[in-house]
């Protein structure tokens, strides 16, 4: 697998100021504590890194218990969105990535927040679960990583989550998104910025609560190597070696965190935090992320920790680099799904056949993104069958919960929640209704790949390999008229009769369905 090219013996990433062309590709991490982007170009397989922009945004910190964000950081969130979309300016959408994590993820108004955002950015923002973030932070930090055999546990302390990850390789084995981040944290045991022994024991066990359903297995599947990832981790192993406390194995210690957090209680409040090592920016959420990691530290039993520059939006990149080169790992998640709940591969097949025949007749008419649409479309044939493996009565809306509920290495919940859409519409009556957990601008797209979906389910009904006849499409707007050979449709009454039914049912949608007889081609 390609990695960033290597200088010299160590593995890590070329800054390069050469300007950007069309194989430049942008990540941007809306993380809870900071936002950042990076934007690389693809040279033979590998990346270099040609600009990288981080800003503090303190995202978690604007968020009240209802879920509301503060408008004051959400203008700070989108005025930083706006510079970032000045740089990303002249890149096309295919090369640009952009996710949210765990504070958008618990945002009550997340939807209204994407939509100004992806004005500012210019380019869509998908908000990603806590297990993705996990996957994308263990790609991000192996790949900058000598290739070995070793077991490595992974550790990323985020604003407002924390992810732990165990795997070998470029294969994750165990993966666990915990609420605990560096705001959260911060704002939960020190609202007013004092800093006491007894808050910070507080904190402590509250980590050690977060830690316990998850402590025995990891420690049961063992490691090697721990890695620690992101502004935390990174800002420990720097006070650690101002300290001199950096030992053999490793950049942080289990004795070095006991004595950054020994300094710490020198001061009585927290802006007040003087340690050498530790950037001003760092400050008002450096000791709840140092609680965390010493928490972690304690219940895993850890000694020592590597602290590495890959996390998340390197992880992006990687991604990105796999999608351009077949190697899009949301495929591997869709197989795996419809493996695991025993779909029927061949009535799959036929249905792909039939429905992106369709998709290639009406893909300019409708406006539709081809790429977009016949990836979705190829995915609902896959998996729209998977809830028979639950129960027959209605089990298309088994698949639709399943899809949406699953974690899907390579979706984000946006795109989980599209395909769910159009596999819960496949068949059976329509409403409005079924399209209004979507974004605006993509509802009326996934309408249509529906339309074409239960088209495609109609003319597979017999579920017998059979070849379809010959079959035309016209579309003027929601208006579709169906061209079938009259020789074909005369045998074929059962099918005709669906035709007439599914008018009425997507009469419910606005969509007027009319069939013409054509002669034999």
């Known amino acids: 697998m390609a990695g960033f090219i290597l200088p010299k013996k160590r593995r890590g990433i ?55 964000l503060d408008p004051a950081v959400e203008q700070a969130a989108l005025d930083c969105l706006q510079r970032f979309g000045q740089r990303l300016r002249d890149l096309p959408s295919d090369s640009v990535s952009a996710v ?39 790609q991000g930090v192996v790949h900058l990583l000598e290739p070995d055999q070793r077991d490595k546990l992974i550790i ?68 090697d190597v721990v890695i620690g990832a992101s502004g935390t981790n990174k800002s420990a192993g720097s006070v650690a070696r101002e300290l001199g406390l950096v030992q053999p194995g490793g950049d942080v210690s289990d004795q070095a965190l006991r004595e950054i957090l020994k300094q710490i209680q020198k001061f009585d409040k927290i802006d007040a935090i ?39 939006r390197e992880g992006l990149l990687y991604d990105m680099l796999g999608r351009r080169h077949n190697r899009d790992i949301r495929n591997q998640s ?48 896959e998996t729209h069958e998977i809830g028979l493996d639950i129960a027959h009565s209605s089990y298309h809306k088994h698949s639709a919960y399943v899809i949406e509920n699953a974690d899907l290495a390579g979706f984000s919940q946006q795109e989980k929640r599209r395909l769910g859409v159009l596999v819960r519409a496949h068949r059976g009556k329509l409403s409005g209704k079924l399209f209004n957990q979507l974004a605006q601008n993509s509802a009326s797209p996934v309408v249509k ?20 006849p010959q079959l035309g499409i016209d579309v003027d707007g929601q208006a579709l008229n169906i061209r079938i050979p009259t020789d074909w449709l005369e045998q074929h009454p059962l099918t005709l009769n669906d035709l007439e039914q599914e008018a009425d049912y997507l009469a419910a949608l606005e969509y007027r369905l009319t069939v013409n007889q054509a002669a034999p081609a």
């Open 274 to 312: 003087q340690l050498r090592g530790l950037s001003e920016r760092r400050v008002p959420v450096f000791l709840g992320g140092i609680i965390v990691l010493a928490g972690v530290f304690e219940a895993l039993g850890i000694d020592f920790m590597q602290v590495s520059e890959g996390a998340l």
């Open 449 to 468: 790949l529906v339309v074409l979906l239960r088209l495609a389910v109609i003319f597979h009904r017999s579920r017998a390999n059979v070849a379809v």
């Open 156 to 223: 990323d302390i985020g604003g407002g989550s924390t992810e732990l990850i165990i795997g070998r390789d470029f294969n994750p084995r165990m993966m666990e998104s915990l609420e605990m981040g560096c705001v959260t944290m911060t704002r939960q045991f020190f609202p007013d910025g004092k800093i006491t022994s007894k808050r910070i024991n507080k904190a402590r066990i509250a980590v050690l609560q977060k830690m316990k359903p998850v402590r025995n297995s990891f420690r049961n599947q063992g490691w």
């Open 14 to 68: 070329i800054i390069s100021n050469i300007s950007s062309s069309t194989s430049t590709i942008a990540a941007i991490d809306l993380g809870s504590n900071s936002f950042h982007m990076v934007v690389a170009e693809e040279r033979e397989g590998q990346l270099v890194i040609l600009d990288r922009i981080r800003e503090m945004v303190r995202l978690a910190a604007g968020l009240d218990a209802k879920g509301n």
């Open 100 to 138: 949210g994590t765990n504070t958008l993820r618990n945002t009550r108004n997340a939807d209204q927040f994407l939509r100004e955002a992806r004005e500012r950015l210019g380019h869509p923002i998908e908000i990603i679960s806590g297990i993705e973030e996990a996957r994308l932070v263990y």
């Open 334 to 381: 869709i197989s795996q799904l419809a493996g695991r709940f025993h779909t029927d591969s061949d009535q799959a097949q036929r249905m792909q056949q039939t429905v992106l025949g369709f998709l290639d007749q009406v893909v300019s008419q409708w406006g539709l993104d081809a790429v977009e649409s016949r990836r979705l479309l190829q995915w609902a044939c």
